[in-house]
């Protein structure tokens, strides 16, 4: 039987995303395929940290499902951009936090 999720839209912005994080030098895992409400990416990034992305079209808005795993995985580090824009400066602000946190 076929895995639910592989019927799941792509967001537009997904594929754009993973080349700006490849050529970042991030590890990227693509979890779109998981279900459940699951995030699209797991990013291992250069400076140490994992983060879950949550990829999301220009209007895109979060299914019952995955408004039901982000609130059970509601400690874990994740972000929902609409753009390659928002990745970004949302990556920036963690890496400065990341950086400061551990002097």
């Given at each position: 039987m076929r895995n639910p999720a592989a019927k799941r839209r792509l967001a537009l912005t997904q594929p754009e995303m993973v080349r700006f994080?490849?050529?970042?030098?991030?590890?990227?895992?693509n979890l779109s395929r998981v279900g459940g409400g699951c995030p699209d990416l797991l990013i291992g990034c250069p400076w140490g940290e994992l983060v879950l992305v949550e990829c999301k079209s220009p209007?895109?808005?979060?299914?019952?499902?995955?408004?039901l795993w982000h609130s059970r995985w509601h400690h874990l580090p994740r972000c929902m951009p609409k753009s390659v824009v928002e990745l970004r400066a949302w990556l920036e602000k963690r890496k400065a936090r990341y950086v400061e946190a551990r002097g």
């Open positions: 994080l490849m050529e970042g030098h991030f590890n990227v895992q209007g895109g808005k979060l299914t019952p499902d995955q408004k």
